[in-house]
Structure formats: C-alpha cells, structure tokens
C-alpha cells in the first residue's frame, strides 16, 4: 500500500511539474492588458507619513509608479518591486496629514491603472507598548470577563427551579446562541469584504466555522470519554457548560478583535456607553453558561474558569484587533466563533426534549428560545461600538 501511495504521489509531482514547466508555452499570450488588484491591508499613520500595507490580490504583478494623496503628488518609499500574486509590500508616503481629516489615497501603476483608497479620517495609529496592551486588557475584562461574571450570579436562583423552568433556561440558551451566531456571521462576511479576497474573502469566515466545529466536536469527545457515565447528569451538565463558555469565549474574541481595530483607527470612543452597553450584552451570556449546571454544585473557582474560559478571550482580541488590524484575519477568527457556537447548540438541543411525552418543541421552548433572540437584540442596540 505504501509503495502505490508514494508511486501514485511521484507521478502526480513529476505530471504537475511538466505542466508547469512547459505547458504554458503550448498556449497563447494574454491578447489584453495585464489584471492588477492591490488591497490595502493595514492603514498606520505616524508624524508625517502614511504607511500602507498592500497584497496583490490579482493574478499579475503590480508595481506602483507614483501616489497621489487627494490629487497632490508625494513621494514614497517601498515596492520598490513588483509586487507578485499574493505578496505584500509596505508603501510609506512622506505626508504631513492633519487629524481628523479624510484623504483619498490613489496608487499609479506602471500600466496607468489608478488604485484608491480611502482614509474616512486620520487618526495616529497607537503604538504597541505596555501602556497601550494594558489599556486593551482593562477594556477586554470591562466587556468581557466581568458581564459574564456576573450573569453567572442567578445561578442559586436557577436551583431553585423546576425541571420544565430550566428547560426553558435551555431554550433560552439556544435562542441567545444562535442570535450570537448570526451576528458573528454577518459581522465576518462584512469584514471578509473588506479583506480584497486574497486568501478566499468570504470563503474565510466558512473555513473558520468549520475547522472550529471540527475542533469543538473533538474536545467534546474527549471530555465525553472521560466521563463515560452519562447518566451522571451533573458531569454531563458541567461538560456541557465548558463546551458553552469555549462557544461563548471564541465569540467574544471576535467582539474583541472589532473593538481593538475600531479603537486603533479612531472610530470608538472608550466610556462608559460602550462599558455599560457591552455589560447589558454580554451579562446574558453568563446565564448561558450556568443554565446546565442546576442539578450540582460546583466550586466557586470552577464558576471563575468558566467565566474566564468565556470573557478572557475579548482580552486577547482586544490586543490583536489593535496591534494587527487585519480584515483577513478578523473574518477567520469571526467564523471560529460561528462554527464553535453552532457545535454547541447541537449539544443543547436534545436537552430540550420531554422527557414524558418527546416533544422537542411546544409553546414553553418555542418561548424561550424568541426571548432568548430578543433579548440578545435589545442589549445589542446598547452596544455603542
């Protein structure tokens, strides 16, 4: 078996390469002009410059002949080559800019093609050090870690519950995961527009979902071998919070990554509208996480992890949204958290059953799933970011 597998792989290296060699000079040259696309990655404006990150999102290479900011020539430094598919290069333009206004850069390639692209309002890029990572941290435990810390408090109230009242809770679960979901979603499709395509755009955020689902599905396995006893249901309740607080947390790191970029290009105000707003929002999530967990008692500090394993993660996002701004990048990470979310409602879901007459759904659920949306979409409109 091994000698037909590395045999068959030969032939296929060795077809590949001949094609590759000489199959393009068997076929006829481009009767038109050449296909060049630049997409500007990254924005980081400094005393002075303007500094663009580009990726050459085109099936030619693009080289950049001269630079326009609003209609006034400047001059630059970088790409002193073309740039190939695919590869990136950083043009800086000696520019005195002015805070707060708009500028329209346009690029000049060797073949007369313009590229613009536009800066809505120029703001300093804030520069990486422990003050700024700091800061990111403080906003990250604000509108991560401390909501879902304290949406976990009604969880005496929970126990205190009948059965049918937590599945309810459960229903509600779902109905805020899946509003979660949703929101990710379309929140990494509008950020894979952004991206200029180069590694698969929308593509991007689907990837994401899947390996995540992948990767959760796993995990899932795993914790669920190590407690083969399922009729347990306080370690089935506790395995399912974990698996909800990793949804939640990919999720907000997600959030994280929008308020870290928003915040390193002067688009969001750091106050207590946004702490306030994403408080609302996220406090839900909390109760989320702790709505299995009505049949025991878990520790104090088991309650912390879960909460950290479910609000850290804006932290780290925060950072990377600041530090990397990158739309490619966001897009992916925005799919991680969908696919995440999704594996766990497939978790949930066969909690909501009767377990006397098998019903999945009835009026009681289908309630509780609407309030579990609506209640994600009202808090989602206090959300000033």
């Known amino acids: 078996m091994w000698v037909l597998v590395v045999g068959l792989v030969a032939v296929l290296v060795a077809a590949l390469g001949g094609l590759a060699a000489y199959g393009g000079q068997t076929l006829p040259e481009r009767l038109g002009p050449p ?14 410059s303007i500094e663009l990150v580009l990726r050459n999102t085109g099936p030619d290479p693009v080289a950049v002949a001269q630079v326009f900011v609003n209609d ?7 790409a002193d080559e073309p740039i190939g598919r695919l590869a990136a290069d950083t043009l800086v333009l000696n520019y005195p800019w002015q805070d707060g206004q708009p500028y329209t850069v346009s690029m000049l390639t060797s073949t007369g093609l313009v590229i613009e692209h536009v800066v809505d309002a120029a703001v ?19 509108v991560g870690v401390l909501p879902v810390l304290l949406g976990m408090l009604v969880l005496p109230i929970l126990r205190r519950t009948s059965g049918r009242v937590v599945r309810v809770l459960l229903a509600l679960t779902v109905g805020l995961l899946a509003y979660l979901a949703l929101d990710a979603l379309l929140e990494g499709l509008e ?14 955020v689907f990837l994401g979902a899947g390996l995540a689902f992948l990767a959760l599905t796993t995990v899932d396995k795993v914790l669920a071998g190590r407690r083969p006893d399922e009729r347990d249901t306080g370690s ?33 105000a750091l106050g ?12 839900t999530e909390g109760l989320a996480i702790v709505a299995p967990l009505t049949t025991r008692r878990p520790s104090l500090w088991s309650l912390v992890g879960l909460g950290l394993i479910a609000g850290a993660p804006a932290i780290l996002g925060a950072v990377i949204g600041a530090s990397v701004d990158n739309a490619g990048l966001s897009a992916l990470l925005f799919g ?48 000033a970011a």
């Open 336 to 383: 991680v958290g969908v696919g995440a979310i999704v594996q766990v409602i497939i978790q949930i879901v066969p909690g909501l059953r009767d377990r006397t007459s098998g019903r999945l759904l009835d009026p009681a659920m289908l309630g509780g799933l609407g309030a579990g949306v609506v209640i994600m979409y009202l808090t989602g409109l206090l959300v």
């Open 236 to 268: 089935a309740g506790m395995r399912l919070a974990v698996m909800i607080a990793i949804g939640i947390g990919l999720h907000n790191l997600g959030e994280g990554l929008v308020i870290g970029s928003a915040y390193a290009v002067g688009e969001l």
């Open 191 to 204: 950020l894979a527009a952004l991206s200029g395509g180069a590694f698969g755009g929308p593509v991007l």
């Open 272 to 283: 207590a509208a946004l702490i306030v707003g994403f408080a609302a929002h996220n406090t």
């Open 72 to 78: 006034s020539y400047v001059d630059f430094t970088g």
């Open 35 to 48: 296909v060049e696309e630049l997409a500007v990655e990254r924005t980081v404006i400094a005393p002075g």
């Open 124 to 142: 300093a890029t804030p520069e990486p050090g422990f003050e700024f990572l700091g800061l990111m941290a403080l906003v990250g435990t604000y």
